[in-house]
């Protein structure tokens, strides 16, 4: 089974930073890594696709990065409703979810 | 637009039977995979299995193989996830979703609304 794991656990930012989130798989997944967004009592939102392809109707603020084994997804500049949990997710072997960042208000 | 509905949150005892459901809308059913995700409560997403609407084709996470039963009904449009004995760790919210590509092992473009299953004695 291919492990992700998310770092860090809790991100403490304010409105108008940068935030950048990273994910490692236990072994390479080449580009087969996907980012969603979560906010309390929702479905998960996909988000980046394929590593670095944001799915439709995401807003440029988002972006990923990376591939092999160590990926990342930057938020270029938080607004208020982008303070929510972040979980990637590998679609080599089977199909697992990273144990998520939560990203708070500061 | 693509909708997935799924049924309403179920309060059930050890040893019952589950069936619960997820409604597709707004495309053809037949040409993406299903998948079923679990999360615990205040835990991560986990993937349960996957089902191919237009062959049934099925796969399932070796962590969830003989636990559930995953099936379709294409006159429906409808995707149903099914337990034949709960346990009170099967306590969770459930998500359906549907695959991004064609390709069973894919990402979720769309999300049902989840079911929240409590397993109680």
């Known amino acids: 089974e291919i492990v992700l794991t998310q770092s860090p656990a809790t991100l403490s930012l304010s409105p108008g930073e940068r935030a950048t989130l990273s994910c490692r798989a236990s072994?390479?997944?080449?580009?087969?890594l996907a980012w969603y967004q979560q906010k309390p009592g929702q479905a998960p939102r996909l988000l980046i696709y394929?590593?670095?392809n944001r799915a439709t109707g995401i807003p440029a603020r988002f972006s990923g990065s990376g591939s092999g084994t160590d990926f990342t997804l930057t938020i270029s500049s938080l607004e208020p409703e982008d303070f929510a949990v972040y979980y990637c997710?590998?679609?080599?072997?089977?199909?697992?979810f990273g144990g998520g960042t939560k990203v708070e208000i500061k | 637009e693509v909708q997935l509905v799924q049924s309403g949150a179920e309060v059930k005892k050890p040893g019952e039977s589950l069936r619960i459901s997820c409604k597709y809308s707004?495309?053809?059913?037949?040409?993406?995979?299903i998948v079923w995700v679990r999360q615990s409560p205040g835990k991560g997403l986990e993937c349960m299995g996957i089902?191919?609407?237009?062959?049934?084709?099925?796969r399932y996470s070796p962590s969830f193989l003989g636990q559930v039963t995953l099936s379709v009904d294409k006159s429906m449009s409808t995707a149903y996830l099914e337990w034949s004995s709960l346990k009170a760790s099967d306590t969770a919210m459930y998500y359906c979703?549907?695959?991004?590509?064609?390709?069973?092992?894919?990402?979720?473009?769309?999300w049902g609304q989840g079911t929240l299953v409590t397993v109680s004695s």
């Open positions: 707004g495309d053809s059913f037949s040409n993406r995979w």
């Open positions: 997710q590998q679609r080599t072997v089977w199909l697992t």
């Open positions: 089902i191919y609407p237009s062959d049934s084709d099925t």
């Open positions: 072994q390479g997944i080449s580009n087969y």
């Open positions: 979703a549907k695959t991004r590509s064609a390709n069973g092992y894919s990402d979720f473009d769309y």
């Open positions: 394929d590593a670095s």
